[in-house]
Nanobody
Framework: QVQLVESGGGLVQAGGSLRLSCAASGRTATNYAMGWFREVPKKDREFVAAIDWNGRNTHYEQSVKGRFTLSRDNAKNTVYLQMHSLVPMDTAVYYC????????????????WGQGTQVTVSA
């Protein structure tokens, strides 16, 4: 089992920045690729970004490229999503997921999830 705890969400004005963290615990958490997804009411969970187990490879959803940066510190078992130039459409609950596979973009391919953290961007 891998336990994931997200933090860092909040309310920010458009153009602002936030850094989300996802702390992992449990067996061999560092062996997992990690991803961030976001969800708004009545819509499917949407892929945002993912990183492989050693942090050498990342993949981003097109709308966040150049604005979001995903990184990980395996010594701290933590993944970070740095978000800049936020816009109201980024408003969502952000979820961190762990997968034993390579970088994946579909929620069904993830094995473990955190509880989510709310990000609200005001106009």
């Amino acid at each position: 089992q891998v336990q994931l705890v997200e933090s860092g969400g909040g309310l920010v004005q458009a153009g602002g920045s936030l850094r989300l963290s996802c702390a992992a615990s449990g067996r061999t958490a560092t062996n997992y690729a990690m991803g961030w997804f976001r969800e708004v009411p009545k819509k499917d969970r949407e892929f945002v970004a993912a990183i492989d187990w050693n942090g050498r490879n990342t993949h981003y959803e097109q709308s966040v490229k150049g604005r979001f940066t995903l990184s990980r510190d395996n010594a701290k078992n933590t993944v970070y999503l740095q978000m800049h130039s936020l816009v109201p459409m980024d408003t969502a609950v952000y979820y961190c997921g762990a997968t034993t596979s390579w970088i994946r973009t579909m929620p069904i391919e993830y094995d473990f999830w955190g509880q989510g953290t709310q990000v609200t961007v005001s106009a």
